[in-house]
């Protein structure tokens, strides 16, 4: 699929689920750089991403990770779950349909017991105070000891959330995104 195809894919999901998506537009190659320098490749072997829509950091990650890590794309989105699987014909990437909720059963299911890295665009912001405690909470625990949570957002509005599961929350602002984002890299 063309990037012109892309960018109609997403635009046509976001107007379908706003609330889902959090933003009109696939993130910027600034804001994605950001996200992923936080990332030591020479260490990591199992990376999570929730909600990969169609791919703008997943096609990061596996150009940058390592031939014997593995990426995990959690996606509650049909169209964009078969978008992936159709774009990324990489061995070390598995897309799979779901929920963030299910991080540990999917990580158990790859027969992984906990992931180095959780890269995150998923809108906590728009979602019920319950439902963002429980995937904050899942995230914490599907961590290694030495595991990162890095999680962009639009506004602040989640950072006393972050700092409720992670000892560790560092923030950094990324103005040239549409719209400008916020980058937290959390540790436990």
Not at 2 to 13: G, I, K, V, Y
Not at 71 to 80: H, K, S, Y
Not at 158 to 183: G, K, S, T, Y
Request: charged fraction near 25%.
């Amino acid at each position: 699929m063309s990037s012109p195809n892309q960018a109609l894919l997403f635009a046509r999901n976001f107007l379908r689920y706003p609330k889902v998506l959090g933003s009109v537009v696939p993130s910027s190659p600034f804001l994605v750089d950001e996200v992923l320098r936080h990332v030591d490749w020479d260490a990591v072997r199992v990376i999570v991403e929730y909600g990969p829509g169609v791919g703008t950091i997943t096609g990061e990650v596996l150009r940058r990770m390592g031939p014997d890590a593995r990426l995990i794309a959690i996606e509650l989105n049909t169209d964009f779950v078969e978008f992936l699987t159709a774009k990324y014909r990489d061995p070390r990437l598995r897309v799979v349909r779901g929920s963030a909720l299910d991080v540990d059963a999917v990580l158990a299911g790859q027969g992984f017991t906990h992931a180095d890295v959780v890269v995150s665009g998923i809108p906590f912001s728009t979602m019920d105070a319950a439902l963002r405690k429980e995937i904050l909470g899942k995230t914490a625990s599907a961590l290694g000891p030495a595991g990162r949570f890095l999680v962009y957002q639009f506004t602040r509005a989640l950072l006393p959330h972050l700092r409720q599961h992670f000892r560790h929350v560092r923030e950094e602002f990324v103005p040239l995104n549409i719209l400008p984002a916020r980058v937290y890299d959390c540790r436990k």
